[in-house]
């Protein structure tokens, strides 16, 4: 009955579904607007399709990934790998550290146990940032409250100085005799009451901090070393929230930070 066939044919076109298969054979292949594709065969004596679809829907996608965090959060954790290891039988990646997942073809979304943070900033060149300005989604959670000390450049001498005042009398220190003397004031520039991780961003800022060996002056390669040397104070500080928050900001800008 080709007339009835190929009104199913058009009724599916018109959903964005494409059909294709010679007339008589037993069956053929499909495609949706979407991307996804697969192929299908008759079944003579049941009149039944057997449909082999290549990759997963993006629906289907997000609600496996919804039932793998519901298995995570109840400690479910053997359900949970073997979803992520179907997934990944479909060429479905899982970045738990990230809070993302991927496909082969680039669709990708955010795992639905992963923290929810406001969209990245574009990364500007270093010099058009205020000195002292600090990202408005990076929460200071794990430095919020004032420091035993002022902020100072701290030097290995000032590091030995407090040790021994909170301390007591720590294991005598010898320092090469090329160190730079103590700095016991701070620099103009900084307020007396900033923290550590506020000084430390505004030094980077405004390129007092070192560089590491291997980093450049230029402007987008300094905004990512920035942001690499505040992920590595918050790391320190055990505040990984933050840290992942800045990993998954330089995800987001392509930049793969590989601990």
């Known amino acids: 009955d080709w007339a009835a066939a190929d009104l199913i044919k058009d009724d599916l076109e018109r959903v964005g579904v494409r059909v294709y298969g010679e007339r008589g054979s037993s069956g053929g292949t499909y495609t949706t607007a979407d991307g996804r594709r697969g192929s299908f065969v ?3 004596d049941a ?13 289907t996608i997000l609600e496996l990934v919804a039932k793998r965090s519901a298995a995570r959060k109840a400690r479910n954790f053997g359900e ?8 990944s039988s479909k060429d479905v990646n899982i970045f ?45 959670t794990a ?8 902020f100072t450049l701290m030097t290995a001498a000032d590091d030995h100085q407090y040790a021994q005042q909170q301390y007591g009398q720590p294991t ?8 730079p003397p103590p700095i016991t004031q701070p620099p103009a520039h900084y307020p007396p009451a900033m923290t550590h991780l506020q000084g430390l961003q505004g030094m980077t800022q405004a390129g007092l901090a070192p560089a590491a060996p291997g980093m450049t002056t230029d402007p987008i390669s300094a905004e990512i070393n920035r ?22 900001q330089l995800s987001a800008q392509g930049v793969e930070v590989n601990d």
């Open 42 to 44: 008759a079944d003579g």
């Open 47 to 59: 009149g039944l399709l057997d449909f082999n679809p290549e990759r997963l829907a993006t629906e």
């Open 80 to 87: 949970a790998d073997k979803i992520k290891d179907y997934l």
């Open 96 to 140: 738990d550290t990230a809070g993302r997942w991927r496909t082969g073809d680039g669709r990708e979304g955010l795992l639905d146990d992963a923290p929810r943070h406001a969209p990245p900033p574009n990364l500007v060149p270093l010099q058009t940032q205020p000195m002292g300005a600090l990202p408005s989604d990076l929460p200071l």
């Open 143 to 150: 430095t919020s409250a004032q420091p035993a000390y002022p």
């Open 172 to 179: 005598p220190t010898v320092l090469p005799p090329t160190y």
């Open 227 to 248: 942001q690499l040397a505040l992920r590595e104070i918050a790391r320190k500080g055990k505040d990984y929230r933050t840290a992942d928050t800045i990993k998954a």
